[in-house]
């Protein structure tokens, strides 16, 4: 279980007035964004509806050739819905090579700087405000209070960011770690995320059955659930390799 800690108090900013644009049904994440051609096959001939880019954070892991705002306009005119992800800062505790980590001391400064970068990167690409973007907190020891303490101090900052700017703050993390350091949090610390989206990968394409938290937390549209890993498919002719999402949340406003 994470460990129970309440973070150092960081301001907390209102969430958006706006209601959020949703989107339910299907959706696929891969690494690389695929070209706009394979998009409009899977859009003809595939189940999802929904599809998660890496739009950036110091983290992301693979280039994006593909990702530009005309390619997002492209996509979203054909009819998909867009998840932007955003690889930020990872934990202190996290055993990794990653090159942005949180520490103790600039987890407040770390976390609104790189949520202000996420809004960047989203509006460059032509997401506007009203939009949800998701950062991406990969597993670590959440036992470790000291280190817990700081990735939620850290989550409360890149949360307000988006906050001040419009867009609402979503999160993507583990069930078995920071998922629920998130989750435990939400009903007793300001500034958590407004949506989740989890991994547990038990083959099941929903967002309430098997939910692995208390069942009134992140209810009203506000749950992603990532399914399924490394699954090779190909429709229209185009074949990546994607993780399957069953989505109820929040997504990208474009145009």
Not at 2 to 8: G, L, R
Request: with cysteine.
């Amino acid at each position: 279980m994470p460990a129970k800690v309440t973070a150092p108090a960081v301001k907390s900013v209102p969430r958006p007035s706006t209601t959020p644009r949703v989107f339910t049904g299907l959706a696929f994440d891969t690494c690389t964004a695929p070209s706009a051609t394979t998009m409009s096959a899977w859009r003809a001939h595939s189940p999802y509806g929904a599809a998660a880019v890496y739009v950036g954070g110091r983290n992301r892991g693979c280039a994006q050739p593909q990702l530009t705002s005309s390619w997002v306009q492209t996509v979203t005119t054909a009819g998909w819905r867009l998840v932007p992800l955003y690889v930020g800062a990872q934990p202190p505790c996290q055993t990794s090579s990653n090159p942005e980590k949180i520490t103790a001391s600039t987890a407040a400064s770390l976390g609104a700087a790189d949520g202000s970068d996420a809004v960047a990167k989203a509006q460059a690409l032509g997401m506007r405000a009203g939009s949800a973007v998701y950062l991406d907190m990969e597993a670590f020891d959440s036992g470790n209070t000291s280190c817990v303490s700081a990735v939620l101090t850290y989550i409360q900052a890149w949360d307000g960011a988006l906050h001040a700017r419009g867009y609402w703050a979503g999160f993507y993390g583990f069930t078995s770690s920071s998922a629920a350091v998130v989750a435990q949090a939400k009903s007793t610390t300001t500034g958590m995320p407004d949506a989740l989206w989890y991994a547990k990968y038990d083959g099941t394409a929903s967002t309430t059955t098997g939910f692995p938290f208390s069942s009134g937390l992140f209810t009203g549209h506000r749950r992603g659930h990532q399914y399924l890993v490394n699954q090779k498919e190909s429709y229209g002719g185009a074949t990546v390799t994607v993780d399957r999402d069953a989505w109820d949340a929040p997504v990208a406003v474009v145009g």
